[in-house]
């Protein structure tokens, strides 16, 4: 399935997601913000924050979806501790595509990752032992 038509599909979810957060982030960031709580607050606290996460998650992937690959590389780990994608230290959370063996699927994939950390930085979620140098990389603009 071609993503560019997914996230045509999605086009009318994103659109009632961000009118949702336009007409209640605030009072739902307000609530959140509330220090002290009752019980039962504190549980309307931990859903409401997983709606905020899911409707900005389905609003930046909708978005993602369509970004065409701007740039195709090379990571390098520097002296300095930081990665580098074609000379260029990525900032924290820059996303960023890299191409890697997956063990489960016992194949080379592409997979969707961001820098984490704060001395030494990493790809969440392909664990910090990972050796990013080498690995071939892209991104999406």
Known sequence: MELKQVSEEMKKLKETGEAFLRDNEEKLVDFLRKEEMTAEECLQKEILFELLDHIHGICHVAEYMKKEIVKEG????????????????????????????????????????????????????????????????????
């Not at 300095?80 to 595509?97: C, M, S």
């Not at 191409?99 to 016992?106: A, M, S, V, W």
């Open 74 to 141: 090379v990571l390098v780990r520097n002296s300095a501790g930081e990665i580098t994608f074609d000379g260029e230290v990525l900032p924290i959370v820059r996303e960023i595509e890299v191409y890697i063996h997956d063990e489960d699927l016992k194949q080379e994939i592409w997979t969707k990752t961001f820098v984490g950390g704060v001395k030494e930085k990493y790809l969440v979620g392909l664990g910090k032992d990972l050796d990013v140098t080498g690995l071939k990389a892209r991104m999406r603009g």
